[in-house]
């Protein structure tokens, strides 16, 4: 850029050292054209050394052309276009860093003032610890502003390092943890899927709002009766939030209790879990109607299904055909309250129980996978006439792959060291087990974090197959 171009108080600023050197190689050149043309001229070699002049200037010029295009230029002073990047480089974020080492996805939420510029100086301090922001939300509040984001980190720099940069540039009361692969899938897609879920069964409600919410503990609590004797625990039709803990009006009366000590949930956390909610209300009471015809070892046909509160009838019946110690065993208490039970373990809103059936319809077996706050539970009863041909088994491994399809990290088994079968199907699954003795009954837990069993058909394929004993 020549010095003309240059201003001062507006106008252009000449330097007169600059005209007297540009001067003198005009008169440079001038001399020395008007020499190499009289030794073209007049000297006996001239015609030569016209000819080496032009080939001489031919083979620079392609020189030069080879030179531009297999290096490029640099684009002018100036120029605000796209940048080709670098060969190797990728556009988005990539799965190493620039050291190349491992990346680290995080989630982090932290609460920054309502005012401008505030937003693009987080930005500006995460680019200073070369991290990628892959996605943002917002969720704006009375006082300031909550910005949600997933972040993909350099390997060496941990949480407190994020923190402390978030922290100089107007971050207040930051909370992060690390992310994985399934964080990546944009919030509206996210939501649209758990919608899709809760519309097609009842019972994922708890799931959809854990998987929404993150880690929260959920309780549904059931309807109070009039004449309790007690104060009825209800909910206003549209909520109620408070701070760390939201309640929200269950469809059937009662109310569903959301608690995550750990993070306040925002007025927009809030209306999430409620649309889900009214959609579930909407949508009344349902369950998948698949089922599954099993062929027992002996030649019987069963049928396995999924059973709601609608089997309440036929499941009280096979309790007056179990024994007592069967359903002692089952239950832990009197036998005589048994039936009042049921209604609870068969409500799809705690859970889900899969029914087992003759030919003729009569249930014969029940399971069941319950949701216990942030634990689940598995149970099964099977009737006395039936037991020992595989069917404990059968509704186990498919209560198992239901609850590994649910995102669930485990699930318990409460039963008594005298239950044999019970405590042979649990190590049947093939799965890491705990065992604890806890007021004298055994408590088996077992991890899905391993490779669940394979060797059964997931609840919802149809066919037909010989059940192992």
């Known amino acids: 850029m020549s010095d003309v171009t240059r201003a001062k108080h507006g106008r252009p600023v000449h330097h007169w050292r600059r005209d007297l050197v540009e ?21 006996p070699d001239g015609p030569a050394l016209l000819v080496v002049s032009a080939v001489a200037l031919v083979a620079t010029a392609a020189f ?34 620039t050291a190349g080492g491992a990346n680290t996805l995080w989630r982090m939420r932290t609460t920054v003032k309502d005012e401008p510029g505030s937003l693009a100086a987080l930005c500006t301090a995460l680019a200073g610890l070369r991290i990628d922001i892959l996605s943002l939300q917002t969720h704006p509040l009375a006082q300031g502003t909550v910005d949600e984001f ?36 944009d919030a509206p897609t996210r939501v649209l899927g758990l919608a899709t879920r809760t519309a097609l069964d009842a019972a994922e409600l708890p799931l959809a709002l854990r998987q929404l919410l993150g880690r929260c503990t959920i309780r549904s609590l059931p309807a109070l009766s009039p004449g309790s004797g007690r104060a009825e625990e209800g ?73 709601d509160t609608s089997d ?14 069967t359903l002692s065993m089952r239950y832990h208490g009197p036998v005589g309250d048994t039936h009042r039970y049921l209604n609870h373990l068969l409500s799809p809103r705690f859970g ?47 209560l ?42 055994l408590v088996i837990t077992a991890r899905l974090d391993a490779t669940p069993v394979t060797s059964r058909l997931p609840y919802g394929q149809a066919g037909t197959r010989g059940t192992r004993d």
């Open 312 to 325: 309440l009838e036929a499941a009280k019946e096979m309790h007056d055909r179990c024994s007592a110690r």
């Open 352 to 398: 889900r129980t899969l029914a087992v059936q003759t030919a003729s319809g009569r249930i014969i077996g029940l399971g069941h996978l319950l949701w216990d706050g942030d634990e689940t539970e598995v149970a099964l009863l099977v009737e006395d006439d039936w037991q020992r041909r595989g069917i404990g088994n059968e509704l186990l491994g498919r």
């Open 23 to 43: 001067l003198a190689a005009l008169f440079t050149a001038v001399a020395v054209a008007d020499g190499v043309a009289n030794l073209v001229g007049h000297g």
């Open 235 to 307: 909910a206003p039709v549209e909520g109620a939030l408070e701070d760390t803990v939201m309640r929200l009006r269950a469809p059937e009366g009662g109310v569903i209790t959301v608690e995550r000590p750990y993070l306040p949930f925002t007025p927009t956390e809030f209306a999430r879990a409620r649309a889900l909610v009214e959609l579930d209300a909407r949508l009344g009471p349902r369950i998948p109607g698949s089922q599954d015809v099993l062929t027992l070892p002996k030649g019987e046909a069963i049928t396995v299904r999924r059973a």
């Open 150 to 185: 997933l972040l993909r980190a350099p390997a060496d720099v941990d949480a407190a390092e994020v923190t402390r940069a978030v922290a100089q540039a107007g971050g207040e009361g930051t909370w992060i943890e690390r992310a994985d692969a399934h964080d990546l899938v």
């Open 64 to 97: 030069h052309t080879w030179w531009s295009r297999r290096h490029g230029h640099a684009p002018p002073v100036g120029d605000t276009g796209a940048r080709p990047l670098p060969e190797g480089q990728q556009a988005g974020p990539s799965e190493t860093d």
């Open 400 to 441: 198992v792959t239901m609850a590994v399809e649910a995102g669930c990290e485990s699930v318990y088994a409460v039963t008594q060291a005298s239950n044999t079968g019970m405590v042979a199907a649990m190590r049947g699954l093939g799965l890491p087990l705990d065992y604890q003795i806890e007021e004298g009954t």
